[in-house]
């Protein structure tokens, strides 16, 4: 009897209008923004490996000259794009991709994309994941609004109750037809593109990156799912189809274009992040604080860079000075990601009531484009800083000028350029995805859950009429 149901309501759907050309539309629009996006990503790829190439070659060969003026002049390092971005850019346009590593600062992530970007920006980047997100349950509640409220209207819902039709193989049975539509529409695509993501990956890479992407079907599975389930309960609650059609897009506009940047500024609200100028004053004090204590504690010095310590120690106070200075970094900038981080966590539970922002989270996190892994970048670029730092103060105390009066004279060559070793970003598997989105992930198959039990509900109701 499923079977039959399915078939049934497949056959009609596929007849409609509606699927074919809002169906079309849907899957043009996904082959154009993976083609725009996979154009991107080798483009950016192109360019960070260059710049990444370019940027060594002149470290190396930058000729002799002081080690402090080196290490000022630092170097640049560039975030690898995730294969995946490709489907889920994420945050990426919003928190760049370059790290300026200069002596005795942290820099930020620098090259927005979005600065450069118009207002649009806001509403979201044309994307695989942006259309599964937003355009697709849009498409269910379109051909799906009247699957139940259709069959009573004409009378043959209560018909097909008194022949004995199960409720149970009723609801499996339009849910199954629906499902179809959208399998029909985005498997072979997605088929097509996970193929050609996993097939131009080095050989490491490859497991990890399908286990993302089947980790992504399950969580889209789950939030589309969502969408049919609730599409079916409405449609068989709903005093007529345009009643369940008004009230399946008034959930559509608040739970998909509302309730994100809703749930965005109240997370604003209630961790609030200091401005820029808040922050870059705070850190300045907190690094110039640490560093009086450091030269104090050290060389029994009142301020850094006292003249009462002689230059043949300089080498010596620009590492105790460096060092002083990583706690302060440290914590500033790990309690303003911490900060981040607790936005984030607030958020997902806005996926009771939209399911949208829960997937969002866990999408970004599986296509390697999140905060958390923008943040492990940063660190690991910091962690590259702190070591040119080392080895440039270790090469100043080697050749400390015993006499006092000829250190910034001193030139170091090529051997301490190529001691640097060349910053290689490994970049987190799946399973610190999972860690840092699993909450997301449980929300979906509760919301799911949930949407299941409403419609099975729904459905019974004419039984017990």
Same mark, same amino acid.
């Given at each position: 009897?499923? +079977? ?19 169906? /079309?539309?849907? *899957? ?11 154009? #991107? ?11 990444? &190439? ?8 930058? /000729?002799?000259?002081? %080690? ?44 927005? %994309? ?8 806001r509403f979201g980047e044309l994307s695989p994941a942006w259309l599964l997100q937003v355009l697709l349950p849009l498409l269910i509640i379109v051909i799906g609004f009247n699957s139940v409220s259709n069959e009573r209207e004409r009378g043959t819902?209560?018909? @097909?109750l008194s022949l004995g039709v199960p409720a149970r193989s009723l609801l499996y049975g339009k849910a199954a037809a629906l499902a179809s539509c959208v399998g029909i529409l985005i498997a072979p695509v997605g088929l097509a593109f996970a193929v ?10 490859? *497991? ?16 589309? /799912? ?26 559509? *506009? &608040?739970? $998909? ?9 109240? $997370?604003?609200? @209630?961790? %609030?992040?200091? !401005? ?19 030269? !104090? $504690?050290?060389?029994?010095? #009142? ?7 002689? @230059? !043949? ?36 539970? *806005? ?16 296509? =390697? ?8 970048? !940063?660190?690991? &670029?910091?962690?590259? #800083? ?26 170091? =060559?090529?051997?301490?350029? +190529?001691?640097? %070793?060349?910053?290689?970003?490994? #970049? ?38």
């Open positions: 009897m499923f +079977a039959i149901i399915a078939a049934k309501d497949l056959r009609e759907l596929t007849r409609d209008g509606r699927l074919l050309w809002a169906g /079309g539309l849907v *899957v043009i629009l996904m082959l154009v923004a993976l083609a725009a996006g996979w154009n #991107r990503q080798v483009q950016l790829n192109s360019e960070r490996s260059a710049g990444q &190439a370019l940027d060594h070659d002149a470290w190396l060969h930058q /000729g002799y000259r002081h %080690p402090h003026d080196a290490a000022e002049q630092g170097m640049h390092v560039f975030k690898p794009e995730p294969s995946l971005a490709v489907f889920d850019p994420g945050i990426g346009p919003f928190v760049g991709s370059t790290v300026w590593l200069q002596a005795h600062r942290q820099s930020e992530v620098k090259f927005r %994309p979005a600065q450069d970007a118009t207002g649009l920006q819902l209560r018909q @097909l050609l993501i996993v097939a131009r990956l080095p050989a490491g890479e490859r *497991v990890d990156v399908v286990y993302r992407i089947a980790w992504l079907a399950a969580g889209y599975g789950l939030y589309l /799912g969502f969408f049919v389930f609730l599409t079916l309960a409405v449609s068989a609650l709903a005093r007529s189809s345009r009643t369940a059609l008004v009230l399946l897009l008034g959930f559509w *506009v &608040a739970a $998909t274009l509302i309730a994100p940047r809703t749930a965005s500024e109240a $997370t604003n609200l @209630l961790h %609030p992040t200091p !401005s820029r100028l808040d922050f870059d004053n705070q850190l300045a004090h907190d690094v110039a604080d640490a560093g009086r204590k450091a030269w !104090s $504690t050290h060389f029994g010095a #009142r301020t850094p860079w006292d003249p009462s310590v002689p @230059l !043949s120690k300089w080498g010596a106070a620009l590492k105790v000075d460096d060092e002083a200075g990583y706690g302060a970094l440290d914590e500033n900038f790990g309690r303003l990601w911490d900060t981040f981080e607790r936005q984030q966590r607030a958020q997902e539970w *806005v996926g009771l009531v939209a399911p949208v922002v829960a997937l969002r989270g866990f999408s970004m996190g599986l296509a =390697g484009t999140d905060f958390s892994q923008h943040r492990d970048f !940063s660190t690991a &670029a910091e962690a590259q #800083r702190r070591k040119i730092q080392n080895i440039v103060s270790e090469d100043l105390i080697e050749h400390a000028d015993r006499l006092g009066n000829a250190h910034f004279t001193y030139r170091a =060559g090529p051997e301490l350029w +190529a001691s640097v %070793p060349q910053f290689k970003y490994e #970049r987190p598997s799946v399973s610190f995805a999972l860690a840092h989105h699993w909450a997301s992930l449980v929300l979906l198959a509760v919301m799911f859950c949930l949407s299941v039990a409403l419609a099975q509900y729904a459905l019974s109701r004419p039984l017990m009429r």
